[in-house]
C-alpha cells in the first residue's frame, strides 16, 4: 500500500497532523499501535485505572540499574491523551529563549514564540479550550480568545481563588479541554457532553466529552475518504535508504505487513519514537535513523513533579476540582532569582484512591480520619518544574530490543521543592491544616518517579545545526529527506507547563509546511 503521507501514532502530535492533512485530498495513512480504548464502566472506576492500572500497556523498561519497572504509557487510538486532564497550557514566551536555573541552563529554541502563537491559537480552538487569556499576569500575548469561557470554580475551589488573591498572588482559570456547556451557575446544561463530574484528571472519559485527540482529530479525520487507518499495528522497524525512508515495516495483529509513502512521520511518544529510530538502524544509518549527530534518544525530559493533597479545614465537596492555577513562581521571582514552576488543581481524590495511597500517608493522618472523610476534605495539587536536558538522560535499547530508560530523577529539583514550600506556608491562609501536606504520588502512579512518563519529551531535539541536533526547524530529519517527527520529542526544554498543547500546536505548523510540500 502506498500513501502520500504515513502518520505513526494518533496522540496530541500525530492524531493532531492527521486531521491537518485531511482536508487536503493527499492519501494520509495512520498507523496505531493500539486500538480504540474499550467503553466500559471500569473507565471510571478508581480501582482499576490507578491501583490495578487495567489500561496501562503491560511493559516493563529498564533504568539505569537493569532493574524493571512499568512506564506510564497507554497505546490507544488518541495516545495518552486517553488519560491526560487535557490541562492545554502554552509556553511562556520566556520558555522560547535561554534560562538560568538552579541546576542549570534550559536551552533556547529555535523558534520563538510569536513563531507559534497563531498555532495556540489554532490548537485551542481544535480541542476546545476553556480560559481567558489576560487572566494571568505572567502569560504570553494571545491574537485570540479562548473559544469557550472558563470552566467556573466550584465554591471551595472560588474561596481557594479568593484566599490567594488576598495573599497578593495571580490566581487564574485553568485551560483546559473539555465538552461542556455551563449555565449561569457553572454547572453542566442538560445538553452538555461534559457533566462536570470527578473523573478528568487521569481516567478516561466514556462520555467522549474530553477533548483527546482521538475525538477532536482522529475521527473527525476518519471521515475523509482520503485517510485511513489501520489499528493494533506495531511499527518494528523503517526502512531506508542513505536519504530517504522507503518502508515502513509493520505487525498488524501479528502478521507483518510493508507500506511505502512519500513523506513518514513519526509520532510515537518521545520514548517509542527514539526507540523506532533506533531499532531502523542499517549500514547507511549505523547508529539509528536521523542520528548522525548521536542524539537521539539522549536529553529526554519528564518534568519535576509533586502530586500533593492538602486537608481542608471545612468539607471540600468540590467535584470537577480542575479550573485554578497559578504561576507567581514560574520564573523568577522575589522569592528566589531562579524559576520554581507553577501550581495547578489536580481531579478531586476519593476514597479508594487515598486507601491506596495509606501507606505512604502512614503517621501524617489523625487515626480518627477515616478515608472517607479525608477524601471528603481533600483538596489537591500538582507541583510542576522544569526539568533540563541532559545528554546522559536518554533512551536506548538492549540487544533483546527492551526500552532502556537512564535518568537522573533529581535533575533541577531544587525549584519544585521551594515551590512546594511555598505552598505549605500558605496552607493556614487558605483554610488548610498547615501541617497536612500529604504525598499522594501512588495512585498517580509517580510512587517511582523514572516510570513517571506521561510528560516526556526531548528525545529528537530539533535545532539548526545538524551536529547538535536531529531534526531542522520543520522537524524533518536533516539527514532523511522524507522523515518527520511531531510529538513532543522534538522540544530542546520542557518549560513548566503540561506539554501536550504545543505537541498540537506544533502539528499544525509541522502539517502546513508538510501540506505545501505535497501540494
Request: hydrophobic fraction near 35%; include cysteine.
Amino acid at each position: 500500500m502506498h500513501s502520500d503521507v504515513i502518520v505513526i501514532g494518533t496522540g496530541a502530535g500525530g492524531g493532531t497532523l492527521a486531521h491537518r492533512l485531511a482536508g487536503t485530498g493527499k492519501r494520509v495513512l495512520i498507523l496505531e499501535r493500539g486500538d480504540y480504548l474499550p467503553r466500559e464502566r471500569d473507565n471510571w472506576e478508581s480501582t482499576a485505572v490507578f491501583v490495578k492500572g487495567k489500561y496501562r500497556a503491560p511493559e516493563f523498561w529498564l533504568d539505569k540499574h537493569g532493574h524493571e519497572f512499568p512506564p506510564e504509557v497507554n497505546y490507544y487510538v488518541g495516545g495518552n491523551t486517553k488519560f491526560y486532564g487535557a490541562a492545554l497550557f502554552r509556553l511562556r514566551p520566556q520558555d522560547f529563549g535561554e534560562i538560568r536555573h538552579h541546576g542549570g541552563v534550559s536551552p533556547a529554541w529555535p523558534i520563538s514564540y510569536d513563531d507559534l502563537e497563531p498555532y495556540y491559537c489554532e490548537a485551542e480552538h481544535l480541542y476546545g479550550v476553556h480560559g481567558w487569556h489576560g487572566e494571568d499576569p505572567f502569560e504570553g500575548p494571545a491574537s485570540r480568545q479562548y473559544p469557550y469561557a472558563p470552566v467556573q470554580h466550584e465554591p471551595r475551589i472560588q474561596e481557594l481563588s479568593d484566599s490567594l488573591e488576598k495573599l497578593g498572588r495571580h490566581p487564574f482559570h485553568l485551560p483546559i479541554g473539555v465538552n461542556l456547556t455551563q449555565n449561569a451557575a457553572g454547572n453542566a446544561t442538560h445538553d452538555s457532553a461534559c457533566i462536570r463530574c470527578n473523573r478528568v484528571d487521569g481516567f478516561p472519559c466514556l462520555l467522549n466529552a474530553k477533548s483527546d485527540a482521538q475525538v477532536r482529530c482522529v475521527d473527525p479525520a476518519l471521515a475523509h475518504d482520503n485517510v485511513t487507518m489501520i489499528t493494533n499495528a506495531y511499527v518494528e522497524r523503517l526502512e531506508s535508504s542513505s536519504r530517504e525512508v522507503t518502508a515502513v515495516i509493520a505487525s498488524v495483529n501479528g502478521e507483518t505487513q510493508r507500506f511505502t509513502a512519500d513523506i513518514v512521520v513519526v509520532a510515537c511518544g518521545a520514548v517509542n519514537s527514539a526507540a523506532l529510530l533506533l531499532r531502523s538502524a542499517n549500514d547507511q544509518h549505523p547508529r539509528g535513523l536521523a542520528n548522525g549527530s548521536d542524539t537521539v534518544g539522549r536529553h529526554y525530559m519528564r518534568h519535576n513533579n509533586l502530586a500533593v493533597m492538602a486537608v481542608s479545614r471545612e468539607p471540600n465537596p468540590t467535584r470537577f476540582q480542575k479550573t485554578l492555577a497559578i504561576h507567581d513562581w514560574y520564573l523568577a521571582s522575589d522569592e528566589w532569582e531562579f524559576p520554581m514552576g507553577g501550581i495547578q488543581m489536580l481531579g478531586k481524590s476519593d476514597a479508594e484512591q487515598i486507601r491506596a495511597n495509606a501507606p505512604r500517608m502512614a503517621g501524617k493522618v489523625s487515626p480518627e480520619m477515616p478515608f472517607e472523610v479525608l477524601a471528603h476534605h481533600a483538596v489537591d495539587f500538582w507541583l510542576c518544574g522544569e526539568d533540563l536536558p541532559d545528554p546522559a538522560n536518554r533512551v536506548t535499547l538492549e540487544s533483546d530490543g527492551q526500552i532502556r530508560l537512564t535518568l537522573d530523577e533529581k535533575n533541577n529539583f531544587e525549584g519544585v521543592r521551594r515551590l512546594q514550600h511555598q505552598l505549605q506556608n500558605m496552607l493556614g491562609d487558605l483554610g488548610m491544616h498547615p501541617h497536612r501536606l500529604l504525598d499522594h504520588s501512588i495512585y498517580l502512579h509517580k510512587g517511582m518517579p523514572i516510570g513517571a512518563t506521561a510528560h516526556q519529551a526531548g528525545t529528537v531535539r530539533f535545532g539548526t545545526d545538524p551536529a547538535s541536533s536531529a531534526l531542522d526547524v520543520n522537524c524533518k530529519a536533516h539527514e532523511l529527506d522524507n522523515l518527520y517527527v511531531v510529538d513532543t520529542s522534538f522540544f530542546p526544554s520542557i518549560g513548566a507547563v503540561n506539554p501536550s498543547l504545543t505537541a498540537m500546536a506544533n502539528a499544525l505548523r509541522v502539517g502546513d509546511h508538510i501540506a505545501s510540500r505535497l501540494s
